[in-house]
């Protein structure tokens, strides 16, 4: 063992010799090696940013509720614990019919309704496209879906808090907008919640009777909404995010069950993943394309000095071990070059 390591210490010293020899070669092999490990770093330091927490996306989408309801087309839904993919078959229920069922499934009756749209917001001439979301900010159970950096939260019909890039435009606290050929005033600024990480932009907040959309998502208080009242849901025909099961999870027997149901339309997570092997897969294989060459003219150009080593007595393994103890150097100091970026941004 000692042997093996004082060889290997060898190679590596002699690597490091021949770096400082040939600084040129070696610069551009780093270059070769490290262009993608950088790029890499970025795209993750990029997601990252822009990701939210559990607990930032919990508040984003329900607030400080139970669970959010959303109906879809059908009944006998089959959905992912997250609630992102789901399947529906079969004849949907009246929506008071459902809606009376799930509040006997639930104990409670439902709370706010969440709804999401586009609009043309005028401030003066300018028409800018913005997208809305309305909000009952009177409700304890959307705490958290919004947060107002200046002024208030919308609390009367045709009040409406603007995001950054509108209040730059124009659509200052007290300024007279028109949304849709009515009138609304801005009484604050700020964003939904779920905007945070995205940079200024973000969704302007009215409430939900300002916005005539068919389709939204109820929040529901009270207990907590386990997977087994999910299903009892999803037979009604609402897709359900439950903070108890995005906090908890599913056994495997019942994530088994939903992935058999959806096939290939569930598992986002099974999808994030394969893109992230793909990913390194690629950057692999622009490594050994880049690097190989240039490792191959290197060993080219030593081509006299290892044979000289082989005369002396040196074994096929320990030259071996010579060009790769050079590789290891240069592929060290490229990947810790490579990541510094990510490395200062944390």
Not at 2 to 25: E, F, P, T, V
Not at 302 to 316: D, M, T, V, W, Y
Request: charged content about 25%; proline content about 4%; overall charge positive.
């Amino acid at each position: 063992m000692n042997g093996w390591k004082a060889s290997w210490r060898i190679a590596l010293r002699h690597g490091r010799r021949d770096i400082a020899k040939a600084r040129g070669r070696s610069a551009l092999v780093v270059l070769m090696i490290g262009t993608p490990v950088l790029l890499t770093s970025l795209l993750i330091v990029l997601v990252a940013s822009g990701d939210l927490s559990q607990a930032e996306r919990l508040d984003s989408q329900i607030g400080r509720a139970q669970a959010s309801l959303a109906r879809v087309d059908g009944v006998k839904v089959v959905q992912e614990p997250d609630g992102v993919g789901f399947t529906s078959s079969g004849r949907s229920l009246p929506e008071d019919v459902a809606r009376a069922r799930a509040e006997k499934i639930l104990g409670t009756r439902l709370g706010p309704k969440v709804v999401e749209d586009y609009g043309t917001l005028r401030i003066g001439e300018r028409g800018l496209s913005t997208e809305l979301r309305g909000i009952d900010t009177t409700s304890e159970l959307t705490r958290g879906m919004y947060a107002v950096e200046q002024g208030r939260a919308p609390r009367s019909p045709q009040e409406i808090l603007v995001n950054p890039v509108l209040a730059d435009d124009g659509a200052t606290i007290g300024t007279r907008v028109v949304l849709d050929d009515r009138p609304f005033t801005v009484v604050g600024i700020g964003r939904p919640s779920a905007a945070e990480h995205g940079g200024r932009d973000g969704a302007a907040v009215v409430l939900p009777q300002d916005l005539d959309v068919e389709s939204s998502t109820t929040l529901v208080g009270g207990r907590a909404v386990t997977w087994p009242v999910v299903r009892k849901l999803n037979a009604l025909g609402y897709v359900v995010t439950s903070r108890h099961v995005y906090e908890n999870g599913v056994t495997d027997a019942q994530q088994r069950e939903v992935d058999q149901a959806l096939g290939d339309q569930g598992s986002g997570d099974s999808a994030d993943r394969a893109v992230l092997v793909i990913a390194a897969s690629s950057v692999m294989i622009e490594v050994v394309l880049l690097a190989c060459p240039a490792f191959a003219v290197g060993v080219r150009r030593q081509r006299r000095e290892l044979a000289l080593l082989a005369a002396s007595g040196a074994s096929p393994r320990q030259l071996r071990r010579l060009v790769l103890g050079q590789a290891a150097v240069l592929g060290v100091v490229a990947s810790v070059v490579a990541a510094w970026p990510r490395t200062r941004r944390r």
